[in-house]
């Protein structure tokens, strides 16, 4: 069974639960003086729904057509998710816009500095294909 889809400030988690891998759908518009309350808020609760499922992987598809944080910024966001569970998690993240690439791969870098295995990518299939096989 998969969990609830959760709505929240400009945003919509969608799940699917195959295990060890959980798969979000990331989706809406968050305004951009909003950026970090609200991708914190969410990571919070993908965090909330790892930990009650269990999952090992995690899968995040991001939709949404927002930039990605100022440096300063995605340290507070990092030192907000700290201890929630999630670098228990193998997690591969998809960012849909290909301008968003290399901000997404310096906010891995700093993902990995804090513990967590992490991998961004420009794509589903690869995403899928390193929680698959490219382990940690």
Do not use: C
Request: proline letters at 5%; aromatic letters at 10%.
């Amino acid at each position: 069974m998969n969990p609830a889809p959760i709505d929240g400030n400009g945003y919509r988690l969608e799940f699917e639960y195959q295990p060890p891998l959980l798969s979000v759908h990331l989706r809406g518009a968050v305004a951009p003086d909003e950026n970090l309350a609200v991708t914190t808020e969410y990571w919070q609760q993908i965090a909330r729904v790892v930990r009650e499922l269990g999952a090992e992987q995690l899968l995040v598809l991001d939709e949404l057509p927002g930039e990605v944080m100022t440096d300063a910024e995605l340290q507070r966001f990092f030192d907000s998710l700290a201890g929630l569970g999630l670098e228990k998690a193998q997690i591969a993240y998809v960012e849909a816009r290909l301008d968003q690439v290399a901000r997404i791969e310096y906010a891995q870098l700093l993902a990995q500095e804090r513990g967590y295995r992490v991998r961004a990518f420009a794509n589903e299939p690869e995403a899928r294909l390193w929680l698959h096989y490219g382990g940690a």
